[in-house]
């Protein structure tokens, strides 16, 4: 049950110094360290595909100084 709270308050934006709290921990440090856990949506959110085109920003008109 701790585990699960903890890492569904952190993912809902609970401050973790709240969530350290809560637990009854002495650091944030071990709140992160031991009972933060990266769900699955988390990671595919982050998954980048390198194959992937990037846009084409066209240039820059020039400016005459002059």
């Given at each position: ?23 009854g921990h002495a650091r944030v440090s071990i709140t992160l360290d ?33």
């Open positions: 049950m701790r585990h699960t709270y903890a890492t569904l308050a952190l993912r809902r934006g609970m401050p973790v110094e709240v969530v350290s709290k809560v637990l031991v009972y933060r856990q990266v769900l699955d949506n988390e990671r595919r959110a982050a998954v980048v595909d390198l194959f992937e085109q990037a846009p084409v920003v066209p240039p820059a008109p020039a400016v005459s100084l002059n």
